[in-house]
């Protein structure tokens, strides 16, 4: 009789376990701070991506995984739980080093200890993205964007302008040349270097350009 009410102690035992967990509801992932998410990065510098892990019944993640596309291929990078209330939110924390550059696309997954899993971004055709780039090939790009904003599209405005007025002053032509030239480079460097050197090297970058300007068409007026 005894081994009949422990297989039937069993059973149902089995059975209240199924129950909650077929009622369990899956985690949510909310993002934290997402504007770092897609910030540039450079190779070899540590970045950190903060997520918020919640559960309506307070059941703790099994696994928290940061799923990498990288210019190398995947790689997938694990958290560890961190201790806390689940139904209240617990934020959980991914470093993670690019080794090279180029365009890394990555997601968030958690499994609740239930089995239940969430992803962030939800759909699965989505990602965020972050590029990681070397200093020196932006350098390389912005010094090949000056000898074209300085060298060839001044002269490309020049005989543009000389071809639709040939009776127009050269000099003026030249300047309006230069004149775009400087724009173009302060734009080029706008894109290059903002998130580099922020609103303070922006800043710098105008003076210097408006400065260019100031002596361009001041001479103008001197001759």
Request: glycine content about 8%; aromatic content about 10%.
């Amino acid at each position: 009789m005894k081994p009949v009410l422990r297989r039937a102690a069993a059973f149902l035992s089995l059975l209240v376990l199924a129950s909650v967990a077929a009622q369990a509801s899956p985690p949510t992932l909310e993002p934290i701070n997402p504007n770092s998410y897609t910030q540039e990065s450079r190779p070899g510098e540590s970045r950190a991506f903060d997520v918020k892990y919640t559960q309506a019944e307070g059941d703790p993640p099994k696994s928290l995984s940061l799923i990498l596309e990288t210019p190398g291929g995947q790689v997938t990078e694990h958290a560890s739980a961190p201790a806390g209330d689940p139904t209240k939110g617990i934020p959980v924390t991914w470093s993670y080093t690019p080794a090279n550059s180029g365009t890394y696309r990555f997601h968030f997954e958690a499994v609740s200890s239930t089995g239940e899993s969430a992803r962030l971004p939800a759909s699965p055709e989505e990602d965020y993205e972050f590029a990681s780039v070397n200093p020196l090939t932006k350098m390389l790009i912005f010094v090949a964007g000056l000898v074209v904003a300085f060298v060839i599209l001044p002269f490309v405005v020049y005989m543009g302008a000389r071809g639709v007025n040939r009776r127009g002053d050269p000099a003026a032509a030249a300047r309006v040349g230069l004149f775009v030239g400087v724009l173009a480079s302060l734009g080029l460097y706008i894109y290059l270097f903002a998130a580099d050197y922020g609103a303070l090297g922006i800043a710098i970058a105008c003076v210097a350009a408006l400065a260019i300007l100031i002596v361009l068409f001041s001479r103008r007026r001197a001759v």
